[in-house]
């Protein structure tokens, strides 16, 4: 397995992101507070305001609700950023792994890689697939 891994070393510190998770709990909370006193109405209009993709909350029948698998998919973004960071992170996130076997470089020498078209399907899209067609 080869991996190209970002140059961007622009990545949420655990205590930038636990302060951002936070946040979106916060403001799921008074989203959820708001619809409860609300009319039908001003609930339809607090919907269309709501961002379902940063937001912690997702419209289930016409109703603002929180959704955990957006908490957690927000949560292994993070993760994935986080190892994808540079070459050194990416070989400490393997390296705790017990699914993979690194070999040594040497036995490589005569790999040679030949990319004609690459294909990316990108984490979020992914996601939104998943939450446009859940299953188990």
Known sequence: MVHIYSTNSNVLSDEEFALKMQKKEEDAAMLLSLQEK????EREALIRRVNVETDLLSIEDGYLVRN???RKSFIRKQEIRKAYKD???LRNTYNKSEKFIQTKQELWRDFDVLLAKAVT???EQLLKDYLDHPSE
Do not use: F, L, R, V
Request: glycine share 8%; aromatic share 16%.
């Open 87 to 89: 070459g050194i992170w």
């Open 121 to 123: 399907i990108s984490y």
């Open 38 to 41: 609300a009319t039908d109405e």
């Open 68 to 70: 955990e698998m957006k």
